[in-house]
């Protein structure tokens, strides 16, 4: 497994941007494919973006998609979540999460497909 550390999060205005960061450490990052999820408060964890371990393929949750934008960096074994075009119900705890030879780009991924877990950080967009 890897261990992962989440930041970027803050509180924002509704229509403004947030880049969140996932550093891994433990494994060897580049075979691990990347998802990021969000729960927020009384609701079930939700897939929002996952990557691949090359960064060829991404997949985003529909309520996502055209705002958010999931990138990694293998050299510097941090993956980035760009959040623009936030919204009220974008507000959540996200979690950045981690998987070996797991297929990105096929099929909804959800948080059991996943092994290996950051502890979340906070996400609040004001109307």
């Known amino acids: 497994q890897v261990q992962l550390v989440e930041s970027g999060g803050g509180l924002v205005q509704a229509g403004g941007s947030l880049r969140l960061s996932c550093g891994a450490s433990?494994?060897?990052?580049?075979?691990?494919?990347m998802g990021w999820f969000r729960q927020a408060l009384g609701k079930e964890r939700e897939f929002v973006a996952a990557?691949?371990?090359?960064?060829?393929?991404?997949y985003y949750a529909d309520s996502v998609k055209g705002r958010f934008t999931i990138s990694r960096d293998n050299a510097k074994n941090t993956v980035y979540l760009q959040m623009n075009s936030l919204k009220p119900e974008d507000t959540a705890v996200y979690y950045c999460?981690?998987?070996?030879?797991?297929?990105?780009?096929?099929?909804?991924?959800?948080?059991?497909?996943?092994?290996?877990w950051g502890q979340g950080t906070q996400v609040t967009v004001s109307s």
């Open positions: 433990g494994r060897t990052f580049s075979s691990y494919a």
């Open positions: 999460a981690a998987e070996e030879d797991l297929t990105v780009g096929v099929h909804y991924l959800v948080p059991s497909d996943f092994g290996s």
């Open positions: 990557i691949s371990w090359s960064g060829a393929s991404t």
